[in-house]
């Protein structure tokens, strides 16, 4: 795959990975060919993932999509990709005032040689609820956040639920049947894209995330997939050590309703 193949795929996967969230807690998510967009009013957050405005008529394709989006809240993160379109979407956005900023990372991976990695706790993936809310309790314990914030992902994954026909697998590493780090795999767009890797504080540094990491890899490619890849604000230097690559830095407008939108 070609590095915008892989961004398109990844992006692709980014956009499944939101739909599990569609419905919980008054959360919307909207996907056809041409846009995309999830406003949640809170976690996992407001943002428009794909834009493919009409030729001839952008400005107005603009204003209706920041139309309905202001219609459910007061503002969103716009996400802008290699394949939106027209080319000079970035240009007409700056011109109406939205301010930028360059967000995470896009790492990429083949699965054809994997490291070695003998791993230090016992990985498994969940298959039931009780592994849902063990993986639920320390993904909230390693993002430093509650249960209670960490609930429209329980959620979300409990109705996507288990089995051969869920393409959102969650993964847990446990030493001594405490639950010590926690991800997610996601199997969509024709990549394995990995979210939400965390270890609880007290157990960081010795290699439990890296451990999980590669058995998400490992089980990737047992799947069929050539390809692994994920988004990182922070931890780009942990992923280039398992063989990552940066392939993309996001390339963010925000919009909030009430700011002027034109020039």
């Known amino acids: 795959m070609t590095n915008l193949e892989l961004i398109e795929a990844l992006r692709q996967n980014y956009i499944a990975y939101f739909q599990l969230f569609h419905g919980q807690h008054g959360i919307c998510v909207h996907v056809d060919q041409d846009i995309a967009w999830i406003v949640a009013n809170g976690p ?95 993904s909230a314990l390693g993002f430093g956040t509650t249960q209670r914030a960490a609930q429209p992902w329980y959620d979300a994954y409990r109705r996507h639920s288990f089995g051969r026909n869920a393409y959102a697998i969650n993964f847990v590493g446990q030493v001594d049947q405490m639950t010590v780090t926690s991800a997610t795999l996601v199997l969509a767009g024709g990549i394995a894209g990995i979210y939400d890797v965390s270890t609880l504080p007290a157990f960081r540094g010795r290699g439990y995330g890296k451990a999980l990491t590669c058995q998400l890899l490992k089980y990737a490619r047992e799947k069929g997939f050539s390809h692994a890849g994920l988004q990182t604000a922070d931890a780009v230097q942990f992923y280039q050590g398992l063989g990552f690559e940066t392939g993309y830095q996001e390339e963010e407008f925000f919009w909030a309703a009430g700011e002027p939108d034109e020039e």
């Open 44 to 138: 996992p957050g407001n943002h428009i993932l794909r834009a493919t405005l009409p030729a001839g008529r952008v400005d107005e394709g603009i204003d209706e999509l920041l139309g309905t989006i202001g219609r459910r809240t007061g503002g969103i993160r716009w996400l802008l990709f290699p394949a939106d379109r027209p080319l000079d979407l970035r240009d007409r956005l700056r011109r109406r005032g939205l301010s930028t900023g360059s967000g995470d990372h896009w790492m990429f991976r083949p699965l054809d040689r994997l490291p070695t990695q003998l791993s230090p706790c016992c990985i498994s993936p969940v298959k039931d609820l009780v592994g849902l809310r063990a993986w639920w309790k320390a």
